[in-house]
């Protein structure tokens, strides 16, 4: 079957991908664990254990880690946890209600839906785990909102989204995240560099 899918797909098929389907597509797949168990107890070695619990994806989307959910299950942290601890530059949270319309092998975004999705942006060079302790320097995070269009490769943005609601729901994210990291109490941060939705 997965045969097929793939065949089907290398020659221009559409996939459409619900729930923890979105999350398989991706070549590192998010199995499970919660923002503050990333934050707390890094990569898991399987689902039994505390922790963020990484598997191998299909690989149909392989240009980063994809998330999906991520306004109810706060998980912004758990996906900038997985793309640092597994050194991909890239993570794409859906949100709910939405979709990323994915073309030219995921370089090409779309935000589609309700609210779209938000982008985490990595730097392996500011971001390697550092012993036991998590370190994320340099993380930038940008949200787009339904029909703004992204190229990965390039960086090219091209907004269509009025401000204000992609505005809205990137606020929700970020402040969601740092309260995690307050409930933690022995995590610091002392920096949070957000890109605003049209800056």
Known sequence: VFHAIATAYANGAALVASGGAAAAL??????GGTTLEALRYGVA????HQGLVIQ???GLFNTGIADQNIMSGRRLGRLVVACVENNERFGIGVCEESAVIAVKSGIELRAAGRHGF????TDPVKTAPTGDRFMARGIRVRMFGPGDRLNLLSGHVERRCPPGPAKAVFDHLLADLMRDCDVLGAVSYTHLRAHETHH
């Open 26 to 31: 991706s070549g590192v797949m998010i199995a």
């Open 45 to 48: 070695s399987d689902v039994g």
């Open 56 to 58: 191998e994806g299909v």
């Open 118 to 121: 938000i982008k985490v942006e």
